[in-house]
């Protein structure tokens, strides 16, 4: 059986809806992994203790297990103990959760490099430590992160084909389901990795243009 | 006895990192509109003392008072910072490397203080912005970032930041110390220009030319203590101390050199 390419039409709509929701996926994990980055690199660095080690653990527990794993748990463990969470929305939360804990470490780095003037000069004109790291801090150590969390962005995109072991219907389960009732594998398959090169480009050329942006304001 | 508190009064200042007492004893008072020079090597805890005066560098013994506040209360942390946070609004400091926000225009530099702690609006912020950076003469340059400033031109930026909380008291780190000799000149202006108009101000200086043509009170600090103190004219020209005439004499040696 050699290759036909000309089953792809006919399935091409259920296809680029599925690109639409991986593109829908990302964005709504990559939102969730920025701000909760933000945040969890805050806390490392500057909250209580007693709030620091549990968010700490937290930390562990996502670097240390399975994002396959982690989707698995929020989607059919948490079922169990009566938080129904659509298939979607856990993906947000599972693919956002699971990289906000590696941007938190890349927005820790970059905080900390921010000169030690900066926060003195904010103190000194009366600001609170949260008003300074809110609003000359983290500004300018988000500024810094920009391209690393790109690549985080783009390693994102790719690992949100997991998504569909939950059936949220994305461009590699709608891949699966063409493929379904086509038997034909190797086309569908390619055309669906073209697809996610060609998302992964459009997020390389936004990036890109923030790139220039901020280096047009240092 | 003077019945009259001063405007700044440190007493029994103590400081100490590990072993090392940096601050021995220090005891200062400052009128208001008094302009106070601070001279000496580095390493004689001079910009500790400063540093202290807004707790960037908290004490390890004594007080400091600013009217009849004091400035390093002791209490419960959090009370703490809501307290130190409105004396520092009180207190403007200008640092030696100038410590502008880099990823804000000189404006928002400006106005970002005012507007998160005393509520005021876009318009009045801008106004305000606008009048303290025409007094420093950086007025033309209000939508410029940092970045795009000469070094003078950034120092000028950050007394107007410094400037908008209205503070009482100025503060300068060797606020000249890190320009280059022809940039110099415009800031000294500056704040020649905030001595005329009698604020407060304690300077840490390498540049006794400029202590000696604009403050009232000059000290000297060498290991920890203020080993002499006195007008200008006394302090430059005719130090009791032998460690004062040390110092004067070298540090002229090597702004000739």
């Known amino acids: 059986m050699g290759l036909d390419f000309s089953v792809i039409p006919k399935y091409l709509d259920i296809v680029l809806l599925g690109a639409l929701w991986t593109i829908a996926i990302t964005l709504g994990a990559a939102i969730v992994s920025f701000f909760g980055g933000i945040l969890l690199a805050v806390i490392a660095l500057y909250a209580h203790p007693v709030v620091r080690w549990p968010f700490r653990a937290f930390s562990f527990l996502f670097l240390g297990t399975p994002l396959l794993l982690q989707l698995f748990l929020i989607y059919f463990g948490l079922v169990q103990i009566g938080i129904d969470v659509p298939a979607f929305v856990a993906g947000v939360i599972g693919l956002g959760l699971h990289f906000a804990v590696y941007n938190s470490e890349l927005f820790q780095t970059s905080i900390l490099a921010v000169d030690k003037g900066q926060i003195e000069a904010a103190r000194t004109l009366g600001l609170s430590r949260m008003q300074a790291l809110r609003k000359v801090v983290v500004p300018q150590a988000v500024r810094d992160v920009i391209p690393p969390i790109g690549n985080n962005m783009i390693a994102l995109l790719k690992d949100s084909a997991l998504v569909s072991v939950i059936g949220v219907s994305e461009l590699t389960l709608s891949a699966q389901r063409a493929i379904g009732s086509t038997y034909r594998p190797f086309e569908f398959y390619v055309l669906v990795a073209a697809i996610y090169y060609i998302i992964n480009l459009g997020m390389e050329a936004v990036l890109r243009r923030v790139e220039r942006r901020i280096q047009a304001s240092k | ?257």
């Open chain 2, 1 to 257: 006895m003077n019945a009259q508190k001063p405007f700044i009064d440190i007493r029994h200042a103590k400081k100490s990192f590990g072993t090392l007492e940096v601050l021995k004893d220090i005891n200062l008072q400052v009128d208001r509109g008094q302009i106070v020079a601070i001279i000496g090597p580095s390493g004689s805890g001079k910009s500790t003392l400063l540093r202290a005066i807004n707790d960037l560098d908290p004490l390890s013994g004594g007080e400091i008072w600013l009217e009849d506040k004091q400035i390093n209360m002791d209490l419960p942390h959090r009370q703490y910072e809501r307290h130190i946070n409105e004396v520092r609004q009180e207190i403007g400091m200008v640092f030696q490397h100038f410590n502008l926000f880099p990823h804000l225009k000189v404006r928002e530099n400006v106005t970002l203080a005012p507007k998160m702690l005393k509520g005021l609006s876009d318009a009045e912020a801008n106004a305000l912005a606008e009048e303290q950076l025409t007094k420093v003469g950086m007025i033309e340059r209000i939508d410029y970032y940092p970045s795009q400033l000469s070094g003078g031109q950034k120092q000028r930026v950050a007394i107007a930041r410094a400037l908008a909380m209205k503070p009482k008291v100025m503060l300068f780190d060797e606020a000249t110390s890190a320009l280059d000799p022809e940039l110099v000149e415009e800031v000294n202006l500056v704040m020649k220009q905030l001595a005329e108009e009698h604020m407060t101000m304690i300077i840490v200086t390498h540049e006794m030319g400029f202590a000696e043509s604009v403050c009232d009170r000059v000290l000297f600090m060498d290991q920890g203590v203020v080993v002499e103190e006195g007008p200008p004219e006394v302090i430059f020209r005719n130090p009791k101390s032998e460690r004062t005439q040390n110092f004067l004499r070298k540090h002229l040696a090597g702004n000739q050199a």
